[in-house]
């Protein structure tokens, strides 16, 4: 049997990146949140299912909505970070991004009263510049590669990594990375992490192709975001047309799709990344 990590990019409606010309950081606040409804039907599948999830949580979320971060956590579930501002990592400067892992990691650990140990970039902008700096506030492992080259927005694997026994990688500086799922066939590869993807993919074919990520690697990692499975959120007009359909295929089946997903590997492990990542080390 294989480990299947399920993680959840806790970050409100209007906060993503597709949405971001519409909402710009300065309108955040007068915006309604609908975050909590989603993330319970989450808290309740997993608890149904008897799931352990990692929540990478935005610091400005945590800042203004502090007891469902308790709440995740008093449910048995990791909280790691997603950043504070939800600024793509590969726009900020090093000094930028520094306060922004360091801001989201104190805050977090203020509210837990327990160590952040694992970060996400939004957007899987990953950066070498991020991995120094995660090395240096004591971050222990990350989660924001993501191998599918053909989005216009996620970042690369630089410098030297080793890989580790379980499929997770190690940089010189000693963190560990968990690459988002994806899946190579005939020698190319095709985005299987979660997301839009899995609410694009005819669940069969979806299966079917994490049953293989399963065989050969061991482990598959998913990823999701509460908004997903919100399919009341307010509909954005003047959207340009691909991101209106990267934003919202399959929203309103998204959460029995994902009881399908979690009945049909129900004999898997779901563990957190943190469990995962320590694992043999
Ligand atoms: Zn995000």
Not at 221 to 234: G, I, N, S, V
Request: include cysteine; charged fraction near 20%; aromatic fraction near 16%.
């Amino acid at each position: 049997m294989g480990t299947i990590l399920i993680t959840v990019d806790l970050e409100d409606w209007f906060q993503v990146e597709n949405l971001r010309s519409h909402f710009p950081r300065s309108t955040w606040d007068s915006c309604k949140f609908r975050i909590e409804a989603p993330t319970h039907a989450l808290l309740d599948l997993f608890d149904e299912f008897d799931v352990t999830a990692t929540f990478f949580v935005l610091g400005w979320i945590a800042e203004r909505l502090p007891h469902l971060v308790k709440e995740i956590m008093a449910r048995g579930h990791e909280i790691a970070s997603h950043g504070y501002n939800h600024e793509l990592c590969s726009r900020l400067s090093s000094k930028n991004l520094h306060w922004d892992l360091y801001r989201s990691k104190i805050l977090l650990e203020d509210i837990t009263g327990q160590q952040v140990y694992g970060y996400r970039a939004p957007s899987f902008t990953m950066t070498r510049v991020l991995v120094n700096l995660l090395a240096e506030q004591a971050y222990y492992y990350d989660s924001s590669y993501n191998s599918f080259s053909l989005h216009d927005r996620y970042g690369s694997l630089e410098g030297s990594w080793e890989e580790n026994p379980n499929g997770t990688l190690m940089s010189k500086e000693g963190i560990r990375e968990i690459p988002i799922s994806n899946l190579t066939l005939f020698g190319r590869s095709f985005p299987w992490g979660g997301g839009g993807y899995f609410r694009l993919y005819p669940f069969p074919i979806f299966r079917n192709g994490v049953a293989a990520i399963l065989r050969r690697q061991g482990y598959y990692l998913f990823y999701c975001h509460p908004w997903e499975f919100d399919a009341d959120q307010p509909r954005v007009g003047s959207l340009r047309p691909d991101l209106r359909f990267r934003h919202y295929v399959g929203i309103e089946k998204n959460l029995d799709k994902l009881v399908s997903f979690l009945s049909v590997f129900s004999d898997h492990s779901f563990t957190s990344c943190r469990a995962y990542v320590s694992n043999g080390f």
